[in-house]
Structures are given as C-alpha cells and as structure tokens.
T-cell receptor
Framework: GDSVTQMEGPVTLSEEAFLTINCTYT??????LFWYVQYPGEGLQLLLK?????DKGSNKGFEATYRKETTSFHLEKGSVQVSDSAVYFC?????????????FGQGTRLTINP | GAVVSQHPSWVICKSGTSVKIECRSL??????MFWYRQFPKQSLMLMAT?????????EQGVEKDKFLINHASLTLSTLTVTSAHPEDSSFYIC????????????FGPGTRLTVL
C-alpha cells in the first residue's frame, strides 16, 4: 500500500539556518502531497500542498516541490525562526482533495534555538 | 481556518470501562470525519472514516466493536473505546472536512487516553 517516509528527528538548528526535511513516498497512482505542522498543544495544520508533478507548494517561507522522478517532497526553508519549532508531518492522499484518506510519515520534531 | 475541537483533552480510566471522545466542527458542517490514533514518536494511523448519517468505514485491523464511531450530526462525531485495556492507551485525533472547509481536513487538538 501507499506509504510515506520522513527523515528521522529530532532536528535542532540555530535561528536563521537553512532547513531541509526529507520526505519520500510510495504510491500506486498519482497522489497529492502535503506537509502538516503541529505546534505544541495544538492540532495539525496544513502547511502546504502540491497536487501534481513539478508543482511547488509554499507558505510562511516554507517550500516543497513534487518530484515524481524521485518520489520526493522535501520541505525547505531558507531562514528558520524560533517560532518554527514544531513537529512536521509529510502526508499523501490518493486524490486531489485533502478530504480523502491521508497517509502520514512518522513526523519530524524541529527545534530552533535562538 | 476552520476550527475542530475535541473533548476531553485527556482522560484516565480503569481497565474494563468505556470512554467516549467527542469531536466537533465549530464553524462548518463536517460531512466527513476521520479518526486517527498516534503512538509516541510514531505517525498518525487512520482508524476509520465516518460520513454523517452513515456507518463508519474502518481500516483493516481496527476492531469496529471496540472502537464505536457515531457521526449523527454535521457538527459532531464520537469515538467510544469500549472495555478499554492498557494497550488502548494512546493519543486519539480527529479531523473533519465538509462544506465551508475548502475540501481540506481540519484537525482537532487530540485526546490523550490512559487506561490503568
């Protein structure tokens, strides 16, 4: 079945550092890809998404490009802030709409030090 | 964005008792709700999908008689863990999507269940 693999955490960076969190997927069809973020004590929030190959999702300075040839959707940010500290989940669904079943990676805890 | 709440946020119960967890969409009508389970340092695993007014669809390996799901209205779904045992201790998260939610899933903050 479909699956998502993320780089293991925790990841600790200094403020203004460059961030990459790797995500690769296995799917039989053409999934939509998502990054969710979970801040302490809160529910998961959609950070960005891409629905087809070569699409780039972006939000709050974060970016991820849907790479079909490498089955990847790596999350990047050029300059992280302390407020970016959270757990990040990569996910896929087998449809365009996020209202369909989501398959999640294991999550990556990110800590940004001032 | 749309808001989803869960109640309670944490619960401790004795083995053998039943526990009900509520999931509410506060500002939109949730035609579909999803229930997930998350083990420590692990991913969210989908347990079941429920559509308002219909029986829930359970994922393979999830006992439907143990995890009772009711989605009786467009704003409320409940998950009842029946005859809970320590192995049922986990973090349970719901999400909701529907009218006014832009086809996106909105997640509740989760409920921590501890069974003694």
């Amino acid at each position: 079945g479909d699956s998502v693999t993320q780089m293991e955490g925790p990841v600790t960076l200094s403020e203004e550092a460059f961030l990459t969190i790797n995500c690769t997927y296995t799917a039989t069809g053409y999934p939509s890809l998502f990054w969710y973020v979970q801040y302490p004590g809160e529910g998961l929030q959609l950070l960005l998404k891409a629905t087809k190959a070569d699409d780039k999702g972006s939000n709050k300075g974060f970016e991820a490009t849907y790479r079909k040839e490498t089955t990847s959707f790596h999350l990047e940010k050029g300059s992280v802030q302390v407020s970016d500290s959270a757990v990040y989940f990569c996910a896929l669904s087998d449809g365009i709409q996020g209202a369909q079943k989501l398959v999640f990676g294991q999550g990556t805890r990110l800590t940004i030090n001032p | 964005g749309a808001v989803v709440s869960q109640h309670p946020s944490w619960v401790i119960c004795k083995s053998g008792t039943s526990v009900k967890i509520e999931c509410r969409s506060l500002d939109f009508q949730a035609t579909t709700m999803f229930w997930y389970r998350q083990f420590p340092k692990q991913s969210l695993m989908l347990m079941a999908t429920s559509n308002e007014g219909s029986k829930a669809t359970y994922e393979q390996g999830v006992e439907k008689d143990k995890f009772l799901i009711n989605h009786a209205s467009l704003t409320l779904s409940t998950l009842t863990v029946t005859s809970a045992h320590p192995e049922d201790s986990s973090f349970y998260i719901c999400s909701a999507s529907g009218q006014g939610a832009a086809n996106e899933q909105f997640f509740g903050p989760g409920t921590r269940l501890t069974v003694l």
